[in-house]
């Protein structure tokens, strides 16, 4: 069996009208650079769950649950100090904490903080 990924030929998300939610646009990209199997699987529900919530027809009253699996696995940052990718939440926590003076590490990740291409309060926005 081949290892190659088939990938969906479109995604309509236009049931959703003119004001698409950011989840469902990130769903969607995921979707279209893989397949609906593979997003499912990486977001943590069902292939079922994905096609539903593309097509604005989740079953269930709130769509809050799929909404915070989404954008908790495919709403993130790749972060330049900790070479993994973290959610713009986590982002925002680490660089808006005051500066941890008492452990010289997390003083050391804090400055990356201050200085990194993503915090908009970076003011000469250069690099580390």
């Not at 003076?101 to 997390?106: D, E, L, Q, R, Y």
């Amino acid at each position: 069996m081949s290892d190659v990924i088939r990938r969906t030929r479109t995604v309509d998300i236009s049931n959703w009208g003119d004001d698409v939610p950011r989840w469902i646009v990130l769903l969607a990209d995921e979707v279209r650079a893989t397949n609906r199997k593979v997003a499912a699987e990486r977001i943590g529900v069902s292939r079922s769950a994905v096609s539903l919530a593309l097509a604005n027809r989740y079953p269930s009253p709130s769509t809050a649950s799929i909404e915070k699996k989404v954008l908790e696995a495919l709403d993130g940052l790749d972060c330049p100090a900790l070479a993994i990718n973290i959610s713009a939440e986590q982002c925002r926590d680490y660089r808006a904490r005051p500066a941890p003076t008492h452990n010289p590490m997390a003083m050391r990740m804090w400055q990356h903080c201050q200085r990194c291409p993503h915090n908009p309060d970076n003011q000469d926005g250069g690099d580390q």
